[in-house]
């Protein structure tokens, strides 16, 4: 296979923070690269540094000659008030230069990317369909390697499915950073893990992420075997250094030496070994409540102005229960878990909450985050102390918990990574006693360490959870029962979400298979005019003159007076994809026509 990138020993310093040191790998032709690593390791740096919008502090970025990379960025920023395809187009132009071309890409990536829709104003768009736009722009420049970050973040669940089919059959390499296993699992080739603690900077394996779990505890096997026997052959030479061998000889000498360098490498082997052992200590206090009953909805009915999205749901939910809510976006499940908490009362039915219910709630959006704020102001409100399980903590013992670093305690919150973030979110909410948790997209940026111990977490809470996420593996640990929403109103219960992911592929087909009956039926109804009757009898000559033209034109690209000049050869181009698209209309035309007229007769 051929190289297409090669990273030579670079490093990189982000603030005070040492993210990679002589780090080296390179990524070749075909390789569909998943890359996975602890909150704050670097993978969206890293991912910059391979798009080329960074550059190292030491070492090098190679790629091969004129490779072509698309990047698309965890967060896309777009302030346009053009339609899509406008604003796709010009995008282009910087890339593709003919204008008829880049209108075509446009047209054709923004279509395979889901949109219907292609004059929908882009300051419109919702986080998932600007990452869509995104992807678009990124697949329409035809990359050699596609660069992407958390490309499901935002997504609802046809996204994330399209997205994952697409990346299946992609024929170009692809790296990308991504928390969903499942998503990981079906679409990689190659894992690498990065994380400074791994003797190369990384840990990688040609497989699929569960393949690569077996081979990283394989190697974990090796790395403490390996701690093991130079334990014991340190052992020997510490004995002998004791015994005051005298240094009088080159061979003593070169001992001594050896002695004190594998000293220094067990060290390194041992501070590996007991690092990669340590996860974050989640724990949740709940209040032991003993009720059987926690939250109970009768006859339920909720709206949103006059739209109706839940209709008369009746459902019963107490303690070690966890609900998974699924459904598309703006199926109403956020405004039914503003309904349930009795943050809104645009319902009608009944709702039934224990006394003094304590129920807590996870934003995704992380709204009440104080960016000002260091950890420790933020976890200890202005105090070194908390209060956890009754009992009194220091701050930094709480957040160690979490795996936040003494050192980190005086960073503000805005300097922290977005999974950071997310998991000092999660550490505050935590410190509250709970008898309900309302969990809305929870592993949305936290690394996937911390995504299994929350999952361990969760399962061992005493009380009721309550889950909207777009991470499957995540549901199928957790859940032991989904309530679906349509947003039209009807709702369903199931005991696996596989049955309900198998229903929508199924109802999805269905809905195609009505759609093209119906424009079958059209067509057959559809009578040729007088007028196209006329054209009928023309349209053979008129394609016949198009090609001719076509052909005068694309002999111009060979003439050597044309392809010298280059105002010459941009006006030939353009031409000769002018001509293209007219032979393709009136080919389009006239195969229209000959149907019409089949169903006439």
């Given at each position: 296979?051929?190289?297409?990138?090669?990273?030579?020993?670079?490093?990189?310093?982000?603030?005070?923070k040492l993210?990679?040191?002589?780090?080296?790998?390179?990524?070749?032709?075909?390789?569909?690269?998943?890359?996975?690593?602890?909150?704050g390791?670097?993978?969206?740096?890293?991912?910059?540094?391979?798009?080329?919008?960074?550059?190292?502090?030491?070492?090098?970025?190679?790629?091969?000659?004129?490779?072509?990379?698309?990047?698309?960025?965890?967060?896309?920023?777009?302030?346009s008030?053009?339609?899509?395809?406008?604003?796709?187009?010009?995008?282009?132009?910087?890339?593709?230069?003919d204008?008829?071309?880049?209108?075509?890409?446009?047209?054709?990536?923004?279509?395979?990317?889901?949109?219907?829709?292609?004059?929908?104003?882009?300051?419109?768009?919702?986080?998932?369909?600007?990452?869509?736009?995104?992807?678009?722009?990124?697949?329409?420049?035809?990359?050699?390697?596609?660069v992407?970050?958390?490309?499901?973040?935002?997504m609802?669940?046809?996204?994330?499915?399209?997205?994952?089919?697409?990346?299946?059959?992609?024929?170009?390499?692809?790296?990308?950073?991504?928390?969903?296993?499942?998503?990981?699992?079906?679409?990689?080739?190659?894992?690498?893990?990065?994380?400074?603690?791994?003797?190369?900077?990384?840990?990688?394996?040609?497989?699929?992420?569960?393949?690569?779990?077996?081979?990283?505890?394989?190697?974990?096997?090796?790395?403490?075997?390996?701690?093991?026997?130079?334990?014991?052959?340190?052992?020997?030479?510490?004995?002998?250094?004791?015994?005051?061998?005298?240094?009088?000889?080159?061979?003593?000498?070169?001992?001594?030496?050896?002695?004190?360098?594998?000293?220094?490498?067990?060290?390194?082997?041992?501070?590996?070994?007991?690092?990669?052992?340590?996860?974050?200590r989640?724990?949740?206090?709940?209040?032991?409540r003993?009720?059987?009953?926690?939250?109970?909805?009768?006859?339920?009915?909720?709206?949103?102005?006059?739209?109706?999205?839940?209709?008369?749901?009746s459902?019963?939910?107490?303690?070690?229960?966890?609900?998974?809510?699924?459904?598309?976006?703006?199926?109403?499940?956020?405004?039914?878990?503003?309904?349930?908490?009795?943050?809104?009362?645009?319902?009608?039915?009944?709702?039934?909450?224990?006394d003094?219910?304590?129920?807590?709630?996870?934003?995704?959006?992380?709204?009440?985050?104080?960016?000002?704020?260091?950890l420790?102001?933020?976890?200890?409100?202005?105090?070194?102390?908390?209060?956890?399980?009754?009992?009194?903590?220091?701050?930094?013992?709480?957040?160690?918990?979490?795996?936040?670093?003494?050192?980190?305690?005086?960073?503000?919150?805005?300097?922290?990574?977005?999974?950071?973030?997310?998991?000092?979110?999660?550490?505050?909410?935590?410190?509250?006693?709970?008898d309900?948790?309302?969990?809305?997209?929870?592993?949305?940026?936290?690394?996937?360490?911390?995504?299994?111990?929350?999952?361990?977490?969760?399962?061992?809470?005493?009380?009721?959870?309550?889950?909207?996420?777009h991470?499957?593996?995540?549901?199928?640990?957790?859940?032991?029962r989904?309530?679906?929403?349509?947003?039209?109103?009807?709702?369903?219960?199931?005991?696996?979400?596989?049955?309900?992911?198998?229903?929508?592929?199924?109802?999805?087909?269905?809905?195609?298979?009505?759609?093209?009956?119906?424009?079958?039926?059209?067509?057959?109804?559809?009578?040729?005019?007088?007028?196209?009757?006329?054209?009928?009898?023309?349209?053979?000559?008129?394609?016949?003159?198009?090609?001719?033209?076509?052909?005068?034109?694309?002999?111009?690209?060979?003439?050597?007076?044309?392809?010298?000049?280059?105002?010459?050869?941009?006006?030939?181009?353009?031409?000769?994809?002018?001509?293209?698209?007219?032979?393709?209309?009136?080919?389009?035309?006239?195969?229209?026509?000959?149907?019409?007229?089949?169903?006439?007769?």
């Open positions: 296979m051929s190289l297409l990138v090669s990273v030579n020993h670079i490093e990189k310093t982000m603030g005070s993210l990679f040191e002589d780090l080296s790998f390179g990524i070749s032709e075909g390789e569909k690269i998943g890359l996975i690593g602890p909150n390791a670097g993978k969206s740096t890293l991912l910059r540094l391979l798009a080329g919008t960074e550059t190292p502090d030491q070492g090098e970025v190679n790629r091969r000659k004129n490779l072509n990379i698309s990047f698309v960025a965890q967060e896309p920023l777009f302030e008030t053009l339609g899509a395809q406008s604003y796709l187009k010009e995008k282009l132009q910087s890339f593709y230069h204008p008829l071309e880049c209108d075509v890409k446009a047209a054709t990536y923004l279509s395979i990317c889901g949109f219907s829709d292609l004059d929908i104003k882009v300051d419109t768009l919702s986080g998932g369909w600007k990452k869509r736009l995104a992807l678009a722009y990124a697949f329409a420049l035809e990359p050699d390697l596609l992407l970050d958390e490309p499901t973040n935002h609802d669940w046809e996204g994330i499915l399209w997205l994952e089919s697409y990346l299946k059959s992609y024929k170009k390499s692809f790296i990308l950073v991504s928390h969903d296993r499942t998503f990981l699992d079906n679409v990689t080739n190659r894992i690498i893990e990065i994380n400074r603690l791994y003797r190369d900077g990384f840990l990688a394996f040609p497989c699929s992420y569960q393949q690569f779990l077996s081979k990283k505890e394989d190697y974990r096997r090796t790395q403490i075997a390996l701690q093991d026997s130079m334990s014991n052959k340190a052992r020997r030479e510490v004995e002998w250094l004791r015994s005051n061998a005298q240094a009088r000889t080159t061979k003593s000498t070169a001992r001594i030496k050896e002695a004190h360098a594998l000293l220094d490498d067990l060290e390194s082997v041992k501070m590996r070994n007991s690092a990669a052992q340590s996860k974050a989640v724990e949740i206090d709940s209040t032991e003993k009720s059987k009953k926690l939250i109970e909805l009768k006859h339920v009915t909720v709206a949103f102005s006059a739209k109706t999205l839940v209709q008369d749901l459902i019963s939910m107490g303690p070690q229960q966890c609900v998974g809510l699924l459904g598309h976006n703006g199926s109403g499940k956020t405004s039914l878990l503003k309904v349930i908490q009795g943050k809104a009362d645009n319902y009608t039915g009944e709702i039934f909450r224990a003094q219910l304590k129920i807590v709630y996870f934003d995704q959006k992380r709204e009440d985050l104080p960016l000002d704020e260091s420790m102001q933020y976890l200890g409100d202005g105090s070194d102390y908390t209060i956890f399980k009754g009992a009194s903590i220091h701050v930094a013992s709480y957040a160690s918990r979490f795996l936040f670093a003494s050192d980190k305690m005086q960073l503000k919150i805005s300097q922290l990574s977005g999974g950071e973030q997310a998991r000092l979110l999660i550490a505050k909410l935590l410190l509250q006693p709970a309900v948790l309302i969990l809305d997209e929870p592993t949305n940026d936290l690394d996937i360490d911390t995504i299994e111990i929350l999952e361990e977490t969760l399962r061992a809470f005493p009380g009721l959870v309550l889950v909207v996420s991470d499957r593996y995540f549901l199928s640990q957790l859940c032991d989904f309530l679906a929403l349509d947003g039209q109103g009807a709702w369903n219960m199931y005991a696996e979400m596989e049955q309900w992911l198998r229903e929508k592929s199924t109802r999805s087909s269905s809905t195609q298979d009505t759609i093209s009956a119906k424009k079958e039926e059209s067509k057959k109804k559809v009578k040729l005019s007088y007028k196209d009757k006329l054209r009928l009898e023309t349209i053979e000559q008129d394609i016949q003159q198009a090609e001719s033209d076509l052909e005068q034109a694309s002999e111009k690209l060979s003439n050597p007076d044309v392809i010298m000049d280059h105002i010459k050869l941009q006006e030939a181009t353009a031409s000769v994809a002018l001509l293209q698209k007219k032979v393709d209309d009136l080919y389009a035309l006239w195969s229209e026509l000959e149907a019409k007229q089949d169903a006439s007769t």
